[in-house]
């Protein structure tokens, strides 16, 4: 009779642990960097979707860190998921997305990260705008995803960061001067004043000097600084910039009195003609001459094309009630007029004798070195910059001028700029402003959709082709924004 040897029972080999390698795949996403959190996913599946992410051309990151830009998790508790992040504290986490699964494979399936929505967000109070409830809108780093009426709840902290930002951009100290721009742009957007250092610590964009400012509860000790009080009256002067205030502080001059008296400098046609009339042009323009003006500027374009489109723009499309000067853009329908139309306005102007300087630029737009990927100040159209003589007749609520000004007129700052009828949208949308607004728009469509805005258009990189657009809205819609009316805007 056969008996079968009982064998020994043989052990399982443990699996190895799966480690999420680096791969090979080619990197399309530099701009994106995901890190998928453990909890509740598992390792195994952590490993899968790394893998999958990256076949893909998705930067996988294996810790948590200040370089990661979405945080992703399949955990639907909120408060615990928050509780484990903050407790790595990376220092950028308000400004990183942390969002649900859902946008992972909306991500996979289209093969580039999509827009994240609000349906993404994993969103818990302590990340929120400050006086939001729970479960209410993430505080986004960008300006454009915050709206900023001209309400400031915070104008002490937000003078003393701007006076900061305009000491550091007479230094050519461009990060400094940007990171106090944005903080203020941050605190201009509260819903209500804020009550104590502990309320910024979930907000973004606040840095260590800037809470030190609102700890403090002090302005800045840059306003008792010679330097800075006289670059800024200098360049107060229409046609100087810091090069040149700078250049006239190191030669000793601390007045605009020396500057007139001393003969060694040369001043150019513009600012002549900036302290000529400076008692007028460093005076604020009131809401009612700006319309006063925006109103003889477009009789005089109606007059020349009856169909061109016309706007105010600037701080006062914004809502502002005073600026420094007044911005209008305006265009023909004749694509390719838009230059004939402008010279033509310079010229009936000078006819009608308020024309008191003019320096007018043409246009040197060239649609085949678009897109640029550097940050240009100015636009390319054909634009020109004037002082316009405005009479008191001409302003409802009067002139806002002296009591003892007897002329009856003022010298008023005007920027006319006249792009082609296919580019106005963005035109437009790049002169309403605000800077930081404009700013953080740009930002956002690099980095966050793979485009590139300026004032001249929407190139979009991944498919590789400029998107057309007839309206602001459009503009928005194509970035997959919510549309910001123009007096949303003030950042």
């Known amino acids: 009779m056969f008996h079968a040897t009982a064998l020994p029972r043989m052990r399982k080999r443990p699996r190895p642990e799966e480690v999420a390698r680096p791969g ?11 890190y998928l959190v453990e909890m509740k996913m598992g390792r195994s599946r952590r490993s899968f979707l790394t893998q999958l992410a990256r076949s893909k051309g998705f930067m996988v990151e294996e810790v948590l860190s200040n370089r990661v830009t979405h945080v992703v998790s399949e955990s639907s508790q909120a408060p615990v998921l928050w509780a484990w992040l903050k407790e790595r504290a ?43 409830e729970p479960g209410g809108p993430r505080f986004s780093q960008y300006a454009c995803q915050r709206r900023t009426t001209t ?21 050519q100290m461009d990060g400094r001067c940007l990171a106090f721009r944005r903080a203020a742009s941050v605190l201009k957007s509260l819903p209500r004043g804020l009550s104590s250092l502990e309320e910024t610590h979930s907000l973004p964009c606040l840095g260590g000097h800037a809470k030190a400012i609102i700890g403090v509860g002090s302005s800045p000790k840059v306003l008792s600084d010679e330097r800075y009080q006289t670059l800024k009256l200098f360049t107060s002067v229409f046609g100087v910039g810091p090069k040149t205030a700078e250049k006239w502080y190191r030669s000793g001059l601390r007045s605009l009195d020396h500057i007139l008296a001393d003969q060694s400098i040369q001043l150019n046609h513009m600012q ?16 009612a ?47 390719g007029m838009e230059e004939n139309l402008l010279l033509a306005v310079i010229k009936s102007l000078e006819k009608q004798g308020i024309l008191l300087y003019c320096d007018y630029q043409a246009s040197t737009f060239d649609l085949t070195k678009l897109p640029t990927h550097s940050f240009e100040a100015m636009d390319h159209f054909a634009k020109c910059f004037l002082i316009l003589r ?75 082709e400029f998107l057309a657009a007839g309206t602001e809205k459009d503009i928005f819609d194509h970035l997959g924004l919510e549309y910001m009316e123009p007096w949303q805007r003030n950042a």
């Open 151 to 171: 309400d400031n709840y915070n104008v002490v902290f937000t003078d003393a960061f701007e006076v900061l930002a305009e000491c550091y951009e007479f230094n």
């Open 390 to 464: 405005l009479e008191a007749s001409q302003v409802e609520e009067g002139l806002n001028s002296p009591v003892e000004d007897i002329r009856g007129w003022r010298a008023v700052r005007v920027d006319l700029v006249s792009p082609p009828v296919d580019r106005y949208a963005f035109a437009l949308l790049g002169w309403t402003g605000s800077r930081q607004f404009e700013r953080d728009l740009r930002r956002f469509a690099r980095k966050e959709r793979r485009m590139l805005l300026d004032n001249h258009g929407l190139y979009d990189k991944t498919k590789e």
């Open 289 to 335: 001459e700006a319309r006063a003006l925006t109103k003889a500027i477009g009789e005089t374009v109606q007059a020349i094309t009856p169909d061109a489109l016309l706007a105010l723009t600037g701080g006062f499309r914004r809502g502002k009630e005073f600026g420094h000067d007044v911005d209008i853009i305006f265009t023909t329908l004749e694509l």
């Open 272 to 287: 002549q003609n900036g302290f000529l009339h400076y008692g007028d042009i460093s005076r604020a323009v009131s809401k």
């Open 24 to 34: 090979r795949e080619d990197v399309k996403f530099r701009d994106v960097r995901l």
């Open 90 to 132: 990376p220092q950028d986490l308000p400004n990183m997305h942390v969002v649900n699964i859902t946008w992972f494979t909306d991500s996979m399936r289209e093969s580039r990260p999509v827009a994240v929505e609000t349906r993404h967000l994993i969103q818990v109070g302590a990340f929120l705008v400050v006086g939001h």
